[in-house]
């Protein structure tokens, strides 16, 4: 972007206050303590064998509780909540023991929220533990605390770098990009999403209140999943629906071969159970795009806008479902070969292995941008086993017509570790142990 972005006011302090040094960091040395008593009512008794949480892809309906344990992490494979919110923060522990405490605490919080339950007591005269915006009581809302590791986490301050996912790297900019530092990467991203915002504002106003000395604020954004209009996928802001062709996260067999790293292959043990994730904000040109004949808009895309069916489809009611076909129209006279669908996967056998990925993606509204436009577009965000399935398929969109409509300015590419199995784990703990 070549308007310079201010940095989130929760990445600066005033000049009058401590730095993240001592005082922030014996803070939280000091609060580790009173996290895990806050999330001892989940604990197993030591020494049990307590089965691994079976995880249904909707969660519990009578609860709002989507379970935390489990050996792959919520927020994933689970079906994505209305509201997302995208935190990513930069790491200033001293050492590798505080480091693991940092995850400690991250986990401890984590399955207090989205598990929900009473706060407890604050002493006299001292300021109570919980801001109250949930109430007395912290309902979970079906809650999904999903935490990812960037590739600067894994550079020599903890003596990880022996231990990096083999093809976690940082986001290099692509053809048409225009990456803002201040709203890329990161050293470890916290993915929040629910049924109500409230829920995730106050979800991330707990985290930071616990790691404060630890880990700062680099960015964030808040995002939203449009209803669906009429029915099936939601729309985006160009009026499309987005996410239709998706792996089915109820077969094990699929989400094993194109989502999970899996034990006994070049990836390091630890990552077995978990995912590269990929997020890219990218702004929408809405002033532009509202200009074209909807003729135009849909060979853009590939898709009929009101049904969201291959271009061959006619009829308005035709389902979103039908499978493109490209066998018969080698020359792109029925969907057109630069656009955004076709390029994404073109049902070639040389694209095959790198045209599916897991899309769990949000739109994102922010302000009145510096010129008066609207500040409208897409935290495109999706998982895969290979960050390199991600890489070759948006490489390939580089050429897309869709292209002069949009504006990629921030996001990351990071790894998601394997779930919380049981109350005495804890996030990335085969890393760091």
Same mark, same amino acid.
């Given at each position: 972007?070549? +308007? #310079? ?43 049990? +064998? ?39 923060? +930069? ?14 605490? %991250? ?45 600067? %986490? ?46 995730? =504002? ?64 070049? #990836? ?18 809405? #002033? ?52 955004? =669908? ?20 949000? +739109? ?21 086993? #290979? ?47």
């Amino acid at each position: 972007m070549t +308007d #310079e972005k201010p940095r989130n006011p929760e990445n600066s302090r005033p000049s009058g206050e401590c730095p993240a040094g001592a005082f922030g960091r014996r803070s939280f040395l000091q609060g580790t303590l009173v996290t895990g008593l806050v999330g001892a009512a989940d604990r197993s008794p030591p020494g049990s +064998d307590a089965p691994l949480a079976d995880r249904s892809a909707g969660g519990n309906a009578s609860t709002g509780a989507i379970p935390f344990h489990g050996y792959h992490q919520a927020g994933i494979a689970d079906p994505p909540q209305p509201v997302g919110s995208f935190a990513s923060f +930069d790491v200033t522990a001293a050492d590798r023991g505080e480091l693991i405490e940092l995850f400690r605490t %991250l986990t401890a919080r984590a399955r207090f929220l989205t598990t929900g339950g009473t706060p407890p007591k604050a002493p006299p005269g001292s300021p109570p533990p919980d801001n109250d915006i949930l109430g007395p009581r912290i309902v979970p809302d079906n809650l999904t605390i999903t935490v990812a590791l960037g590739a600067t %986490l894994f550079d020599g301050r903890y003596g990880l770098g022996a231990r990096k996912p083999i093809q976690l790297i940082t986001m290099q900019p692509f053809r048409h990009d225009d990456l803002d530092p201040g709203l890329s990467q990161g050293d470890v991203l916290v993915q929040m999403c629910a049924d109500h915002r409230d829920t995730t =504002v106050h979800a991330l106003l707990d985290i930071l209140a616990h790691t404060d000395g630890v880990m700062k604020p680099r960015w964030r954004i808040d995002c939203q999943r449009n209803p669906p209009r009429p029915a099936g996928t939601p729309r985006d802001w160009f009026g499309f629906k987005d996410g239709i062709a998706n792996p089915d996260t109820t077969n094990t067999a699929q989400m094993d071969r194109l989502v999970w790293v899996q034990p006994h292959t070049a #990836e390091p043990a630890w990552a077995a159970g978990g995912t590269y994730q990929v997020l890219r904000i990218v702004r929408f040109n809405l #002033e532009a795009w509202q200009k074209l004949p909807l003729a135009q808009q849909e060979r853009i895309f590939g898709r009929r806008k009101a049904s969201g069916a291959p271009m061959y489809a006619m009829s308005e009611n035709a389902s979103d479902l039908l499978d493109p076909v490209y066998t018969n129209d080698p020359q792109g006279l029925i969907t057109p070969l630069n656009s955004h =669908v076709r390029l994404a996967n073109p049902q070639t056998p040389q694209t095959a292995a790198t045209s599916t990925i897991l899309r769990r993606s949000y +739109d994102y509204n922010q302000t009145l941008g510096v010129h008066g436009g609207l500040d409208l577009g897409h935290a495109f965000c999706c998982f895969q086993r #290979e960050l390199n399935t991600y890489i070759t398929m948006q490489t390939r969109l580089e050429g897309e017509a869709l292209v002069p409509f949009i504006s990629p300015r921030g996001g990351g590419y990071f790894f998601a570790p394997p779930g919380v199995r049981d109350d005495r784990d804890y996030y990335a703990r085969g890393l760091l142990t």
